[in-house]
């Protein structure tokens, strides 16, 4: 094709459509800016060439005419809670389709990784665990049932990982994502992980890898002796594997059942000031000591990415003062004081939640959770059915479509 | 015409809007969207950007002209100027996305579209309809379908106690 003078200086660059390249609309205007000198004008000669030589890029023109509801589609949705999507799929035909797609679903696994709420059961009863999901904002997180019911059996949550959970029956594990409904029976340990067993459950959602792996880690006491031995499930494999590390540090190795992944390690609770951490990647265990003088209603928590722990305490009215210890040496990093529901004139028991994904500090206290975000100093109240009391879990969840892979059988 | 050794002459690049307004920029700074970028190997220095109107390409040179100065210490005050950056009408966001996509600006992309979900993720499907133009293609029984497929989603549920100005 030659491009010759005549035609791009004839060309009205007023009256063009949306069919036309974007290529004419530039030559003309090329031309007829001749402004620093003889330079500029070399400069537009040699992009004639490239012009004659290269065809301007087809994807960045299509791009452009791309309408917003396109952008919204590809770009936005993916930021989405599991809830709003579903709610979306009313919007049209194509959304109802796209929200539908495996796709979709993994990349929403990846970018929405926003806060949306708790995963509490009552323990008090054996054979009555009361489950419920706590949102954070009912009308954009939630799940059809938040009592698991599409399990086949009634079962303890026992840990949370980006939008999986892991429970247990009165034998077995299974994973799930309660939004989607999804969930997997896991197959029998070989260790023994005693009655209330301390496993996490990692899982990360990656960007380039549709299938994602998740992990299950369990520490559990070697019986008779104060060695912590842990096996890890993978589900590449779907099997579960004796690590060869032991942690023989530990002083009380009474082990709360349990346990939260965070940045490559599981921690683990103990009935002491203990925490047992355990790097899932090179499998080495570490013991970090909380700070001795909190009392017992703090929770571990990450904040900003780090680990952290954090105590608060009601000292008088609706006055409550917080203390927040960071990284493996739990290192006080901040103290503040902040008004926490309406005012009153005695001071009530209260207890540290976890959090993830956010800057919050989780604090239950009477008949409320409320979230005090640090950066912005605003808090956030939401109501809790639970009244305070030992045997409530309470483990936070993210609204995400996270899909359950497994090994396909050859 | 010579330069000093010690000065280096920064190359700019010349951004004209769709409204035919030129800008000059530094082209280390431009080269955060992919497709100037693209264009900057392909020899271009000067940048016609018809999909994009003056209001929003300004808006856009300030956003890059920001990140262009990321360093470890001014995190915390990039992580400000994208908050406020935010602030603005759906129309005004709207036509921020539309450039931002149409140059490929990643984090831009990212950055506005995290604003979007936010915006929009309480609101009815009628609203979203709404503001995103897309028309309404099913029937009335397929629309009650889906609805009753995932009625859960449509439920609002109890309502959440908020104690302070959010």
New interface residues.
Partial sequence: MEFSQADYMNDDSEGWDDNSPTIFKGFSSAITTQRHGLEKLADYGFKIDAYQNHEFPTHIIREGDKKIKDVVKEHVLPFLPAKSLMRFKAVSKEWDKWIACPLLSHQQSFSCKSFSGYFCQDMKMEWDTETMFLSLDHSTSGVPCPALDFLPEVVKILSSCSGLLLCQGSEKYYVCNPASQDWKMLPLPQCYHGEEPAVALAFEPSLRNIEAYYHVICAFPMLGQPIIGFEIYSSESNTWSCSSAYCTDIENPRLVGGGFYMNGVAYYETKSNEVLAFDVKVEIPAIISLPDQVGRHGSLTQMEGELCYVAANNECGNVFLIDIYQGMEMILKRTVSVTLGPDRSFTQACKVLPCVNSDAVAIQSGQYIHFYHISEQKVESIASSFTMGHGKKFLPYTNSLAMLHELKEP | MASSSKTEQKKMLIL?SSE?E?FEIEESIAVQSG?IK?MVE?????I?L??VDTETLIKIIKYMKKHGEKTKSNEKDIEEFDKEFVKKSFTEL?EL??AA??L?ITSL?DLL??A???R???KS?KA??EI???????TPE??AE??E??K?????????????A?
């Fill in positions: 004209k035919e030129e497709t693209n392909d020899d271009f220095t000067l016609p018809p999909n709207k996305v539309l996509n149409y490929h992309i579209c995290q979007f979900a936010d929009i993720k309480n499907v979203i309809r995103f133009g897309i028309p309404n293609d099913f397929e629309e889906v609805y497929q995932h859960w989603a449509h439920e609002e549920g109890k309502e959440h106690i908020d104690h302070s959010y």
